[in-house]
């Protein structure tokens, strides 16, 4: 089965018109420090992303993924959640950046693991970079600070 075919059949939902942003870079947590995730490269297709569908479906494990358009970035794109409360992450079709709603990282633990997952397991590079910087001591200032928007 063509890569565009098994998109195509995805759920269609609504236009998403809530405002969003292109993201380069996320603020996450290991070992009790902040870690800069910095994507370096983008897949060349969403192939990967379908057999961890496959995967999570065999399993038993919730995802949900449906296709939209984003109506602030004027494309569309396939929206991925790994549960029914989380923010969702948005893949753009066919440039394959990755969006979010502009408020989810302001509340990350709500969004850390649906990118990591949803971005490991797509295809895309990613680069860490552990700071010495405490989580406990992780404000919304610091966050804003070292989260950077295109």
């Known amino acids: ?3 565009d075919e098994w998109i195509r059949q995805l759920q269609w939902i609504p236009p998403y018109h809530k405002n969003v942003v292109k993201l380069n870079r996320f603020i996450d947590i290991s070992k009790g420090q902040i870690v800069i995730v910095e994507i370096e490269r983008k897949p060349e297709s ?6 961890w569908i496959e995967y999570r479906k065999e399993i038993g ?3 949900i993924v449906a296709r939209t358009y984003l109506s602030q970035a004027k494309t569309y794109a396939v929206m991925v959640k790994m549960h029914d409360d989380d923010f969702p992450v948005f893949i753009s079709l066919p440039e394959l950046d990755v969006y979010v709603k502009r408020t989810a ?3 990350s633990q709500k969004i850390r693991s649906t990118l990591r997952y949803a971005l490991y397991y797509s295809g895309y590079k990613l680069k860490y970079r552990y700071t010495h910087i405490p989580a406990h001591r992780y404000t919304k200032t610091e966050q804003c600070r070292l989260t950077t928007f295109v």
């Open 105 to 107: 990282l302001t509340k």
């Open 46 to 51: 969403l192939e990967k992303l379908k057999e």
């Open 61 to 63: 494990k919730p995802l």
């Open 1 to 3: 089965m063509n890569v």
